[in-house]
């Protein structure tokens, strides 16, 4: 449960249960499964054109009033949700519903967000992380500034839900993060499919609109609060936890060194674990595109080990120095977060010449 917390402050609102693969999809001609090479894409476009192209499907994304249908597979798991999105005083305001499996209702409301299980009597409620909408643009905000850690390659062209679009490659330059394949409409620069491949350029997401119509006006009941509609007895978790102006002296003095190459640390903040009680340390990492959170928690008796592994479609690894729990969760390769987690360490300080920083409680 604890491991559960700390990946909600990570990434609000996951599916709560995988839904079983039926059967293999088929895929598309002109869009083979792995990221390709200049040479055999066969794409025309310069690199300066692809990022125009990522420019304008950011601002339509972001920016318009539109709905439709989508599927996500990862694995086994496959979720098809409807989606209504629209921009309301400057604020983005966002509903997904589950139309398979578990009941759920994901709302967004600026910069939060709230997953609503109705047979569950659950919300649970959180800071609203870019991943979470998969076919949003937000994550390839930063696309004029990934030059040194991605390649752009243009795919040519591609249907999607019935619509023209431009297909093109996120190929990484080395093995600290995804790639990825988007699908850019012609006449209305949406997101109209996004899939995410591993190191070794094989396929482990596909996030794809079955169905996209823009709309002229849309009407949603919380657009001016959260929780609008929602019944009294709604059990409410706050996922982030409670937050804490100032560190415990325990935990204070952690530094991500060396980070893996092209990351920095965006964020640090401080809060409680409502499960267990003890404080914790918030790192968000991000290259720009590719984004892990580290976690330093006070967690008595725990084993000085290290595992990695994917929980909720995210890869982990874990390791206990000195009863301090560290943490990584990210959509990114294993040898990412594993090396995150290594890296973090006590900062040395004045007078510590072992560099094991503060030890009072």
Known sequence: MATFVLAGVAFCCS???AEPLLKALPAEPEAPTSLETPEASGGQAGTETLRDRVRAMVDAMASRTYG????HIRGDQIDLMRVVHR??????????VSENGEVREIRRLGDRCACLWPERRQVM???????????????FEAIDDLEDDYRLIDLGGSRVAGVNCNLMAVVPRDDYRYGYKLCIGEQEPLL?????????????????????????????????ELLAGLESDFEQIELG???????????????????????EIRSRSWRRNPVTGQYFEHMVVTDGLATASVFVEKRDGDAARQVTRTDQGMTMAARSVDNVRITAIGDVPSATVEALVENTVRASLPGDEAGEGPSGE
């Open 15 to 17: 599916p709560a249960r």
């Open 68 to 71: 439709g249908r989508f599927i």
């Open 192 to 224: 109209l499919r996004m899939s995410i491949y591993d190191e070794g350029g094989r396929p482990i997401e596909h996030n794809q609109f079955t169905q996209v119509e823009p709309l002229d006006s849309v009407e949603l009941t919380f657009q001016d």
């Open 125 to 139: 409620l959180g800071d609203y992380p870019n991943i979470n909408s998969r076919l949003s643009g937000e994550r």
């Open 241 to 263: 936890g409670e937050p804490v102006e100032q560190a415990p002296i325990r935990q204070n003095g952690w530094v991500v060194d060396p980070l893996p190459a092209g990351f």
């Open 87 to 96: 921009q309301v005083d400057g604020e983005r305001v966002e509903l997904l």
